[in-house]
């Protein structure tokens, strides 16, 4: 029989999925419709957009996370997980961008790269072997740096909005009730 508690931590973790799902769609609607169109003012402004939105709706699902469970003075953690499901969403389609979607991503990348390596000054030709080695797992470094940057722009981010939206106690609202209990019984 499941206790309330491990309840309510599972209903939370069903709703930090969803909401994650939903905040890394703005990410990957961002990323993909910037992949197929190069043009570098519409994708300065898919960035801002991608940026300025996913800030609004993690603000937005905590908020509501907050004002549906007043018992909890602060709602990072819930941010946080909501990042962290968001997070790993977005690590999956670069692996999977890189992967399949957009292979030629990395050959426009091979291509580039004896140019870029040349005008390296001072690469050792062990250090340039070791690059294109990097380059045949592009799609797994990719994934992994994806999980990292995100969650921990994510967590910084939730910080701040669960700072601004935690619940403050109000040392005259609080003494309130306590005077006119007095009051009441003298």
């Given at each position: 029989?499941?206790?309330?508690?491990?309840?309510?931590?599972s209903?939370?973790?069903?709703?930090?999925?969803?909401?994650?799902?939903l905040?890394?769609?703005?990410t990957?609607?961002?990323?993909?419709i910037?992949?197929?169109?190069?043009?570098?003012?519409?994708?300065?402004?898919?960035?801002?957009?991608?940026?300025?939105?996913?800030?609004?709706?993690?603000?937005?699902?905590?908020?509501?996370?907050?004002?549906?469970?007043?018992?909890?003075?602060?709602?990072t953690?819930?941010?946080?997980?909501?990042?962290?499901?968001?997070?790993?969403?977005?690590?999956?389609?670069?692996?999977?961008?890189?992967?399949?979607?957009?292979?030629?991503a990395?050959?426009?990348?091979?291509?580039?790269?004896?140019?870029?390596?040349?005008?390296?000054?001072?690469?050792?030709?062990?250090?340039?072997?070791?690059?294109?080695?990097?380059?045949?797992?592009?799609?797994?470094?990719?994934?992994?740096?994806?999980?990292?940057?995100?969650?921990?722009?994510?967590?910084?981010?939730?910080a701040i909005?669960?700072?601004?939206?935690?619940?403050?106690?109000?040392?005259?609202?609080?003494?309130?009730?306590?005077?006119?209990?007095?009051?009441?019984?003298?």
């Amino acid at each position: 029989m499941e206790t309330p508690n491990h309840t309510a931590q599972s209903a939370k973790w069903s709703l930090a999925m969803r909401d994650g799902l939903l905040l890394s769609l703005v990410t990957l609607a961002c990323t993909t419709i910037g992949s197929l169109v190069q043009l570098s003012f519409l994708n300065i402004l898919l960035w801002l957009v991608k940026l300025i939105g996913s800030i609004w709706l993690l603000w937005f699902f905590m908020k509501r996370y907050g004002d549906a469970h007043p018992e909890e003075p602060r709602t990072t953690g819930y941010g946080i997980l909501v990042c962290l499901f968001s997070s790993i969403v977005c690590a999956v389609f670069a692996y999977l961008s890189y992967r399949f979607f957009f292979p030629g991503a990395i050959d426009e990348i091979m291509t580039q790269l004896p140019a870029t390596l040349a005008s390296t000054p001072g690469i050792t030709p062990e250090a340039e072997e070791a690059v294109y080695k990097l380059m045949d797992n592009l799609p797994q470094i990719m994934c992994v740096l994806s999980l990292i940057w995100d969650f921990v722009l994510g967590l910084a981010i939730s910080a701040i909005i669960g700072a601004s939206t935690a619940k403050r106690k109000d040392p005259i609202g609080d003494n309130a009730p306590q005077e006119e209990e007095k009051d009441e019984l003298a």
